[in-house]
């Protein structure tokens, strides 16, 4: 039968002998939207009307089998079939039907593969049940069909952690039924094995050796729960995930299912479900290209990492992970033996802990290579300086590569507060130059500032997107201030924490109302993790430009000067025991902030949890607002994703701005109004925010493209 193209279906029905061949095409990735399930259903009506046909095989079009749902009906009126109902008509058919996966099968793409009757599954597979991540449980029987596959224990870490599993892990836990190599040959052959042997259907919801054990699965289901107040400390979906397994354990299947169904609706009916979905689009949009046509985009084979320390060789390894030739450069062979070795380190780690084969690894390494010479750079495509933040010094390493470098490549600078535009400017090509500010530690943290100064050329600016998207990294575009975007609103909150400080909140009181409210650390944590000595002379290099009138809380200077600097030093905000990353509170720091504030001639007032996170939050948003209005930030959500992959502000609320609109942008003024009349320096309502409200619009207005 020749090739049966049905675009209103969203797929291709093709024969081979007896086996009716099912390809869904919806690129790019064959989300199941309504045309392809409505395809779906009438490829199984034909199946079971034609005597011919004796088996369906379902696979992908191009690199997937199917990512999951129609992201863009998640906000309109469900229309039917629903695909629970397509799962039920595909494990009901009364002839096998065997998925062949390829790529990605997540989601709603897993469950249609689940409810098949056989699956295969190529080397390079990734099969996953991330609805987690948006806040949402599988909803068309996976949390059923799941635990009858591979156990409570399995299907409950595959649905909490919304990782995929491998073919191979895949393979091992019985999810798929044999490995292939190629989707349509292989997946022929075991159909017609299948018929051979005549195997008939196997369907998911009647197996019943995974639900043998009941007591190994009330374990499972038991442990899960213990982890919900510290791993998913806020979030709603996981406890009703939970919920769905243990109803696998212990209703029949169907009724499994209807409960299911139910507290699917919960969780889309949710307020975390919207944050968490407005999170996964800002964080798309942010990172779309932009119009490259007649663009010349790089073609990154070779990158120079210029500086060996912490920041450096994590950047080294970000290049190596995306398969680049790294030549890493110190300014002499102590300083550069260091920095390869941390990065050998990285490795060491990886093998140890059984993330990375040591052949993998050592493939890498292969690529890593070290020198002092400004000469073997001579071929990077792209060279990315991570020298300390001193602006003498990164104009220094500039002009070496001006010098050094091939036309056409691409000088970024790793700083994270100053001018790129005046790095570029001792160059004789500032149109090549561009900030790129990766987050420590680089290999883990996602957000990618690309900082971009006035001379930056459109073909560099859209160059460094594709390259960020490469690394695996969120990029969002900045343009040039004090801090960005990221560091500039960190400064301000930091600020208005330490004016909290002072007038009579403790550090370990803002720290937990701040984690109360869904932040992984409050920032007294965070100091003391990034070293407080980072941020001292920050202050010191700022001292000279600082407004006479603008408050000035000393507190933290006082640690320093005592060498308190976090747990690099065993002691700053906390106090830790030596090899433990674990702060107790320090009773010498909670006198220290009385003298200081003696000294300041502050009496000290009681603060409230839910005062301290709306000063918190009063202050991230207002400079948020003003970073708009400067041009600094092109839309909200590039605020909004910022602050959720780089400063931990929690996903499920959808980022400050995100958040501020759900609670009113009236509220949010009057708020800072009201803190104005104790501090009207620093609490200075953004024009943004008054024209808003004056207005009566909201920061999701100022989205739209």
């Not at 400390?233 to 139910?262: K, M, N, T, W």
């Not at 990353?581 to 009773?587: A, I, M, R, S, Y």
């Amino acid at each position: 039968m020749p090739d049966n193209h049905q675009p209103d279906r969203g797929l291709h029905l093709e024969r081979s002998g007896n086996i009716l061949i099912v390809i869904l095409d919806n690129p790019p990735v064959n989300a199941l939207g309504l045309r392809v399930r409505r395809g779906l259903l009438a490829a199984l009506r034909q199946a079971q009307s034609e005597e011919q046909i004796h088996a369906l095989l379902l696979l992908g079009s191009g690199k997937n089998f199917a990512a999951g749902a129609d992201i863009r009906e998640f906000n309109q009126p469900r229309q039917p079939p629903l695909l629970r109902e397509v799962c039920d008509q595909i494990e009901t058919c009364t002839k096998p039907v065997i998925a062949a996966i390829a790529g990605n099968a997540l989601g709603g793409g897993l469950e249609v593969a689940m409810a098949a009757h056989y699956r295969l599954a190529v080397k390079g597979s990734r099969l996953g049940l991330p609805e987690v991540n948006l806040g949402l449980l599988p909803g068309a029987g996976g949390s059923q069909r799941s635990v009858r596959l591979i156990g409570a224990e399995a299907a409950l870490d595959l649905m909490l952690s919304g990782r995929p599993l491998s073919a191979e892990q895949a393979l091992e836990l019985g999810m798929v039924d044999r490995l292939g190599l190629d989707a349509r040959v292989d997946g022929l052959v075991y159909a017609h094995e299948l018929l051979a042997d005549r195997c008939g259907v196997r369907r998911s919801s009647e197996l019943t050796t995974r639900l043998a054990d009941s007591a190994a699965q009330q374990a499972a289901i038991d442990a899960a729960r213990t982890k919900l107040p510290t791993q998913f400390r806020g979030l709603f979906s996981p406890a009703l995930i939970i919920d769905c397994v243990a109803a696998a354990c212990e209703q029949p299947f169907a009724a499994g299912c209807q409960f299911e169904a139910a507290q699917f609706q919960r969780c889309l009916a949710s307020p975390q479900h919207r944050a968490l979905l407005y999170a996964f689009q800002a964080e798309r949009a942010a990172a779309k290209l932009p119009d490259t046509t007649g663009l010349a985009i790089a073609a990154f084979s070779q990158a120079g990492v210029i500086g060996g320390g912490t920041m450096g060789a994590g950047i080294a390894v970000v290049m190596l992970e995306a398969d680049l030739q790294v030549t890493l450069l110190e300014r002499d062979e102590q300083s550069l033996a260091a920095g390869l070795s941390r990065v050998e380190e990285f490795y060491r780690q990886r093998v140890s802990k059984k993330r990375l084969s040591a052949t993998a690894a050592a493939a890498r390494l292969a690529k890593l290579r070290g020198t002092t010479e400004y000469r073997d750079l001579a071929t990077a495509d792209l060279v990315v300086e991570a020298v300390y933040e001193d602006l003498a010094a990164k104009q220094a390493v500039f002009r070496q590569l001006d010098s050094h470098c091939k036309p056409g490549a691409i000088l970024a600078s790793n700083t994270s507060y100053l001018d790129i535009a005046a790095i570029a400017a001792v160059t004789n090509r500032p149109q090549a130059v561009i900030g790129l500010h990766f987050f420590s530690p680089a290999p883990v943290m996602r957000l990618l500032e690309i900082v971009v100064p006035p001379q930056a050329a459109a073909e560099v600016i859209a160059s460094a997107v594709v390259l960020a998207r490469r690394l695996g990294k969120v990029p969002v575009r900045t343009g040039i201030c004090d801090g960005f975007i990221g560091n500039r609103i960190m400064s301000v909150y930091r600020r208005a924490a330490e004016a909290m400080l002072e007038d009579g909140a403790s550090p370990y009181q803002i720290d937990t109302a701040v984690r109360e409210f869904g932040f992984a650390m409050g920032p007294f944590q965070i100091l003391d993790v990034a070293g407080g000595d980072i941020a001292w002379a920050t202050r010191k290099r700022r001292a000279a430009q600082r407004d006479p009138q603008e408050r000035y809380v000393q507190i933290a200077d006082r640690l320093c000067e005592q060498g308190w600097f976090g747990q690099k030093s065993g002691r700053g905000w906390y106090r830790y025991e030596p090899g433990s990353n674990h702060g107790v509170q320090d009773p010498a720091v909670l006198e220290i902030v009385a003298r200081e504030r003696e000294r300041a001639g502050v009496t000290p007032r009681p603060f409230s949890a839910e005062e301290i996170v709306r000063r918190y939050l009063a202050a991230m948003i207002n400079e948020g607002a003003n970073l708009l209005a400067e041009g600094i930030a092109l839309r909200p959500l590039d605020v909004d994703v910022v602050l959720l992959a780089g400063y931990g502000f929690p996903r499920y609320r959808g980022g400050p701005l995100y958040y501020a609109d759900k609670i009113g942008l009236a509220r949010v003024l009057d708020d800072i109004t009201t803190f104005a009349a104790e501090d009207p320096q620093f609490w200075r309502p953004s024009p943004l925010l008054i024209r808003l409200v004056e207005q009566g619009q909201t920061f999701a207005s100022l989205n739209a493209e």
